[in-house]
């Protein structure tokens, strides 16, 4: 233990296995807090309120107290466990994250930076090559004045600007200050200054919506190194990409898990953890503090200067956005939802914290409203749905289920509140799309015989989001769970577990020796009633907007998918269910991480952003809450594929002449 | 100018539904009593058909009910121990079914073994002729234990057994379909639950037109309305052709009209609400009267007088 410098209070040293991280915690603070102090991930989805069961770790060394909980079985205990935000340290620790627990905070950069590079490639296709950035260089060879000629350097440089970037310009006193200087060489002795003119300067322009400001100037030809950084801030990740505004190349992609996280896993727990004295601080730095943890590491990367980073283009739900920008975010949680801003101008990217160019300007996409973000009109602008005459539906399957309908002539917006079933987090064996998460799954009868694959084909530790919908869609079409999702004890075989504590059952998917882990990875019922839930505010959330219209699903062409599943997601799988409608599969066009694409296209052209302008005003929202038949369908969805067969018919011939007849077991009472 | 003709054209029709079997048909009833079978709104007789008006049943249980109010007292008390003498006096009331609960075999109110409720169930059935309902006590584990007993000793008496609901449905579905008895199936107060459960049963193999369904009952003055509303919804969807709401509905109207206040209340409690004597009685027919409006084709009720008064309600509203 080590003694303050007043001497009085005793702090505990906790060390966190296997990375050795430490932290010194006040006594009193919970194992979370000092997780947290030492930069440890811990999943806690409620924020710390002990309602999760997700923060589990295990104590090697050392007393904690704290209150029991239901989330570790008996076994568990005795093996250490404990939930870090119900426990307090009472001497040094040594403290172990169990995989389940741990979550490298840097995603896999390699990997991901390539599925989200694809996205790109697909979508470079479809949108002009020719760039016109919303920040842009100009390199000028100003005529120096004379006295025909003694018009003021401001002007003379507006002059030249306005005639190869026309339009209304502005310019701040300080670059007005800076440039004198700038376009003479000065040779100043004690006896006299001489001011030798020069004249060759590059000016960054940067488009404050219809006005161009010349935010910076530069001494000489700089006009092949501009860059800017494409953000989506989600809920989940935080993506960055460094873009050439030249050429409109990617030429540094990096992803980071929300360190907010640790605040709380969805976005009503950290807007409540926002109310804290001192939250909504934490929250916001959390989020720039992981912006510039991928930046320095773009620009180390990319061998490029924090001053050749002109813009940035951020896209996110409202309330990353909101976190983003540091703006009270209390009223998205209550009625009228209500956001602090919904249009954001362009503003000083330092003024947010970001630190680019000092002077670079920070473009926020247009939010629809509480619900509805920034990452939605990125969706729709890389969709290119708002441009076409076909009817398409985005469907945007992250924690809040944004879901969009329309053409070039209408846009209808709503959200479904999916709630994270997909997301891994609040599934028993669930993780997120890393090493070992299983993505793919297989179930023969009889037996059943199980088989999975997992991703970077390493032992399997739990399933994604993509793995879960595949071992549901599989028990469901193999007769282990019925069309509620319930259990069958007799078709799951030697496979069926009664849960340790909660009693429920569960299916091994894969056996802990199997696994060579030291639980059984198994589905269990809660996580398939979860899951039904989640598919079936979706698929109603979807079907009530488009009967909303007066159409039904067969009018729709082209069904977009983004989202966190990018381009593994099993459509068969996911139709089974009844996630995805009964549609042909060639209308489903996943388009990954359209967040960010669509920032990006926004960032290489104007033009695009002022379509999101466009699109933000022209997107209609509805409120599911007040739609009295809303409840109707999300009932009749919550069964698998839906309580109405006849809209599945691909599923009701998948299932045909599959019934089990009923026979008749004497149960033991 | 001529009176418009606002018939409706129904192409739907509930599922007629025969409870009980005669000798002739393998059984020992007296007669038997047949549900549902309508074309059209309860009652609007120039729109469709309603070939058998709704049936009333009286609760008999299967060992003396606790705090039960004085009316019912004074109509049963005397035959209440004996499941048999108890069902002979319903007959003797009135009663086109006997409404059997087994409740005895609740672990928490005897948990007699399933040989017990056996014996019940034959000596119910030897005491009177009238088909019968027969409900479990609603423990899964319980009921799974007992009813296929009771189906299979009951077998060829085509019986109304209770109930399946989305979480327990395999093992009732089986034994109903082994013994050959009637399923009645349990989704409360939503169209899309108890649609689902429907199909859930007939997953099994279970025909959907041996389903009665109960979509769970509120008496007057508790949520009466939506439980109407309810029936009104799934009787529109049947006869519009819903093939999964077309099944007879039951509904449990004495058990819930007598957990009212206002039929349980003495008089020194209530003085200003009439004598207790008319009170419970009249708040459980006020209940069933609306209910048979909105397609309710099975009640079950407690009170002789209200089974009076039903009865007369149906038959006026029959006639009309």
Redesign the interface.
């Known amino acids: 233990m080590e003694k303050t410098g007043i001497g009085v209070k005793t702090l505990h040293r906790i060390q966190f296995l296997p990375e050795r991280r430490q932290a010194s915690i006040e006594p009193g603070k919970t194992l979370l807090e000092a997780a947290q102090a030492a930069g440890v991930y811990v999943g806690a989805i409620c924020g710390g309120e002990g309602t999760c069961g997700k923060c589990r770790l295990i104590v090697c060394e050392g007393e904690v107290s704290g209150e029991s909980t239901e989330f570790l079985t008996r076994a568990e205990i005795r093996r250490g466990y404990v939930l870090a935000c119900q426990v307090v340290p009472h001497s040094d620790l040594v403290v172990e994250v169990p995989p389940e627990s741990r979550l490298s905070s840097y995603i896999g950069v390699g990997r991901d930076s390539d599925r989200f590079r694809a996205f790109e490639r697909r979508d470079a296709a479809r949108v002009s090559r020719k760039t016109d950035p919303v920040t842009q260089k100009v390199f000028l060879e100003l005529e120096p004045p004379t006295l025909d000629d003694p018009t003021a350097d401001q002007e003379r440089l507006l002059d030249a600007v306005a005639k190869r970037q026309p339009g209304p310009l502005q310019m701040g006193l300080k670059v007005a200050r800076e440039l004198p200087r700038l376009l003479r060489r000065l040779d100043a002795k004690p006896s006299a200054w001489h001011w030798g003119w020069d004249g060759r300067v590059t000016a960054t322009v940067g488009l404050r919506r219809e006005v161009g400001e010349i935010l910076c100037l530069e001494r000489g030809d700089t006009s092949q190194r501009s860059f800017g950084l494409a953000l989506d801030v989600g809920t989940t990740t935080v993506v960055a990409h460094v873009v050439d505004l030249i050429t409109g190349a990617t030429r540094e992609a990096a992803a980071k898990y929300n360190s907010q996280i640790g605040f709380g896993e969805d976005i009503i727990g950290r807007i409540n953890y926002a109310r804290r004295p001192g939250g909504a601080d934490a929250l916001h730095k959390a989020v720039i503090d992981d912006v510039e943890t991928l930046l320095e590491d773009l620009l180390r990367r990319a061998q490029i200067g924090r001053g050749d980073v002109q813009c940035v283009v951020a896209s996110g739900n409202t309330t990353m956005l909101h976190f983003l920008l540091g703006l009270e975010t209390d009223l998205i949680r209550i009625a009228p939802f209500a956001p602090a801003m919904a249009a954001p101008p362009p503003i000083r990217a330092a003024e947010a914290g970001i630190r680019i160019h000092p002077r670079g300007l920070l473009y926020v996409l247009p939010m629809v409203g509480s619900y509805v973000g920034g990452d939605t009109t990125a969706g729709i602008l890389a969709s290119g749905m708002h441009r076409s005459e076909e009817i398409s539906l985005l469907l945007d399957i992250g924690t809040n289920g944004e879901i969009v309908l329309g053409n070039h002539d209408f846009l209808v917006a709503c959200s479904a509140s999916a709630g994270p079933a997909f997301e891994g987090a609040s599934v028993a064996c669930g993780m997120r799309a890393t090493t070992g998460a299983i993505d793919s799954v297989r179930i023969f009868r009889p037996g059943p015989i199980v088989s999975v694959t997992t991703i970077d084909e390493a032992p399997p530790v739990g399933f994604c989001g993509t793995g879960l919908i595949e071992a549901v869609a599989e028990m469901f079409l193999a007769g282990i769970i019925?069309?509620?999702g319930?259990l069958?004890p007799a078709a799951a075989g030697g496979r069926y577990r009664l849960g340790d504590e909660d009693g429920r059952p569960a299916f091994v998917v894969v056996s802990a020796e199997e696994a060579g882990h030291w639980r059984d990875l198994v589905i269990t019922q809660s996580d398939i009633d979860n899951l039904i839930r989640t598919k079936g505010a979706i698929y109603a959330g979807a079907d009530s907007l488009v009967r909303s219209l007066g159409l039904s699903f067969a009018d729709i062409e082209r069904v977009y998918i983004a989202g966190a599943f990018g381009n593994r997601l099993d459509v068969a799988g996911c139709i089974a269910i009844g996630l995805l409608p009964d549609l042909p599969h060639e209308r489903f066009h996943f388009i990954g991480n359209s967040a960010l694409a669509g920032a990006k296209q926004a960032m290489l052209n104007r033009r695009i952003l002022d379509e999101a302008y466009h699109i933000r005003d022209r997107v209609t929202y509805q409120e599911l809450m007040t739609d009295p038949q809303y409840m109707?369908r999300f009932?009749?969805a919550c069964?698998l594929p839906h309580?109405d067969?006849a809209d599945f018919p691909s599923v009701a011939e998948r299932l045909h002449g599959d019934?089990?007849?009923?026979?008749?077991?004497?149960?033991?009472? | 100018m001529p009176f418009p003709d606002f018939r409706q054209k129904w192409t739907g029709r509930i599922n007629p539904v025969t409870l009980g079997a005669t000798p002739a048909e393998g059984g020992t009833r007296g007669r038997t009593v047949t549900l549902g079978g309508e074309t059209g709104i309860p009652f609007l007789n120039f729109d469709g058909e309603t070939p058998h008006s709704p049936a009333l049943g009286l609760d008999v249980l299967d060992q003396a009910p606790v705090g039960w109010p004085g009316p019912l007292q004074e109509a049963y008390g005397d035959v209440w121990s004996d499941p048999a003498a108890w069902a002979r006096r319903a007959r003797q009331l009135g009663a086109d079914l006997i409404n059997l609960r087994l409740l005895s075999i609740h672990p928490d109110e005897g948990d007699r073994p399933p040989e017990a409720a056996v014996e019940t169930v034959q000596a119910v059935l030897e005491a009177v002729d009238l088909p019968l309902v027969v409900w479990g006590c609603d423990v899964p584990e319980k009921d799974q234990a007992v009813m296929p007993k009771v189906a299979e000793a009951a077998q060829g008496e085509n019986c109304l057994l209770g109930a399946a609901t989305e979480g327990d449905y395999r093992t009732l579905a089986a034994a109903a379909q082994a013994y050959g008895h009637k399923l009645i199936a349990l989704a409360p107060c939503d169209i899309n639950r108890s649609k689902q459960v429907n199909i859930l049963i007939s997953d099994t193999g279970y025909p959907l037109t041996d389903l009665v369904i109960y979509p769970t009952t509120a008496s007057l003055g508790y949520g009466m309305e939506w439980i109407y509303s309810i029936l009104e919804r799934g009787r529109l969807a049947a006869l519009s052709g819903d093939r999964l709401m077309a099944q007879p509905v039951i509904l449990d109207v004495g058990y819930e009209a007598w957990r009212s206040k206002e039929a349980r209340s003495d008089d020194e409690a209530a003085p200003d609400w009439g004598p207790i004597a008319l009170r419970g009685p009249a708040w459980e027919a006020a209940t069933a009267a609306a209910l048979i409006q909105g397609g309710a084709d099975l009640l079950v009720l407690r009170h002789p007088r209200a089974l009076e008064t039903v009865r007369r309600a149906v038959t006026a509203l029959a006639a009309a």
């Open positions: 019925d069309r509620n319930r069958d109707d009932i009749s069964f309580t067969l019934s089990r007849p009923a026979v008749l077991q004497y149960a033991d009472a």
